[in-house]
């Protein structure tokens, strides 16, 4: 539990990333190109395709106790009789859409993180992804986010939809970087609330996208942050 955690070292390397921050640096114009169309979950099925997209697409809007399975249904061009023949409940389809969805994000995030990383450095890179992914085109995108985050805390299965890969791509980081964050606990954490709050932050200010990140992020990782 968190309780065990080191934070002090969190916090040292936090303070140490800000002493300095360096003068305003205007990022590349990169556009990340797995955010800018709607994915499809690609089954091979195009019914089922249709139904799951439009179960991220309704929970996304309405949140996942508004999203009821007429509505579900009514943006897929389905029947509910389709929908209860692939699956037991609401849930559990919103339990296959999530971990297809996060499969494929993942993926993609890590092949442009990649990408982006190798031409402009880790601190240009992770400022740039976090730019992209507050444009306020993708604010229903974020709610999405914000409610699969919600719902794992009351509902253990829909952690463990997308626990395995995460572990895999932490696997992957570690072997990328013997130093990284991913070999520390604490910072696997603050990483995870790092997200959440990036998220939440559009919510409060719509032009959050246009902040000056690099001046904060490129201290932080220079400092193995």
Known sequence: GTKQLDWTVVADKLVAGLREVPAPID??????????????????????????????????????????TRRIVRAANCTE???????????????????????????????????????????????VSIREMQRPELAQDRALLLEQWRLSWHWPELSRTYEPQVSDALEELKLASPTGFAHDPALR???????????????????AWKLPYAQAVIPLTAEGL
């Open 189 to 207: 954490h603050y990483a995870h609330a790092h997200g959440l709050g990036l998220a939440l932050l559009p919510l409060l200010y719509p032009d």
């Open 81 to 127: 009789g389709l929908l209860f023949s692939r699956y037991k409940s609401k849930l559990e389809l919103f339990l296959d859409a999530t971990k297809r969805q996060h499969a494929m994000a993942l993926s993609a995030n890590t092949a442009f993180m990649s990408d982006i990383e190798q031409r402009y450095g880790q601190g240009i890179g992770e400022s």
């Open 27 to 68: 990022l590349p114009p990169d556009r990340a190109p797995h955010l800018q169309h709607k994915q499809t979950l690609a089954t091979g099925d195009d019914q089922l395709d249709a139904l799951l997209g439009a179960a991220l697409e309704v929970i996304g809007e309405h949140g996942f106790d508004g999203a009821t």
